[in-house]
């Protein structure tokens, strides 16, 4: 199966009632343990890079391992999406090389940097023209775009905004009418990175149902939405890790989101956890240990493991036969319709 447009992919989830884990990946364990999970579990799935991923893993083995895992497993439904792509350029090398979404995050100007290594928001009109033109270039390709309003807390890669504000629903009206996104990136009180929270976050729902309500054909989507579940930082320091004390967003409150009308869940951070912690382990229990297979495999595995629940509770679990599956082709006749 050629990979999917996300659109479908997210379409077919508010359709559901269920969220669809976007899982950031920049090497082949990662991809490996993704794969697995969704083949277990039946599952639908985004796989997403963000540039600095792709500058680590070069655009050309992100492609020829992604299509492996489209080979591999033909009856999934995959989209594979650029997220946080900063500006044109980096969207027209992804759309290139397969990518069958983009994220165009015009809320930050990411080619202007603070001391603190920040980045400033762009203003509501700028941030209009910069998604308006990513739009009109991938839709002629039919591939899927996803812009943000507001900006969210916390770093993680290059996302780090030099002040929070979350999403007016005043502004998503204007915004999607005059860009015709097909997602949208919300903050709604989520965070960038391993360090979210020191107690457990109160995220802004009623944004999310009201936004939902206005336009209710928009993908909402969730960044910064890793559990940092407590025993997977535990693990980390356990076997020689240095973690502070964090929190993340609880696996409930994300149900709570989609039910309120999220469809996709950006997580990272929490399968950083799970590879650092186990690799930690087997380097402190086999010292001896110098194959990378001894300790990327069960690292994989665990990653698996996880993933797999994730989808589970995210509900995406059983829904990857649900529909027949659309092209790049049939979207640029949808897109061209419009
Ligand atoms: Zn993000």
Redesign the pocket.
Known sequence: MPLVPMKQILDEAKKGGYGVGAYNVNNMEQIQAIMQAARETQSPLIIQASKGALEYTSFTYLKHLMMAAAEENPDLPIALHL??GPDLETVKKAIDIGFTSVMIDGSLDYSKKTDSGSHPARTFEDNIRVTKEVVDYAHACGVTVEGELGT?GGI?DD?HAESVHLTDPNEVEEFMAKTGADAL?VAIGTS?GAYKFKEAPVLALDLVSEIHKRVPELALVM??SSSVPQELVDRVNKYGGQMKKTMGVPMESIQEAIRCGVAKV?IDTDGRLVLTGVIRQVFTEKPSEFDPRKYLGPARKALAEFYALKMQQLGTAGHAKDYAPLTLEDMKKVYGDK
């Open positions: 997220d946080h969210l993680e996302t990136a960038h960044h910064g950006n």
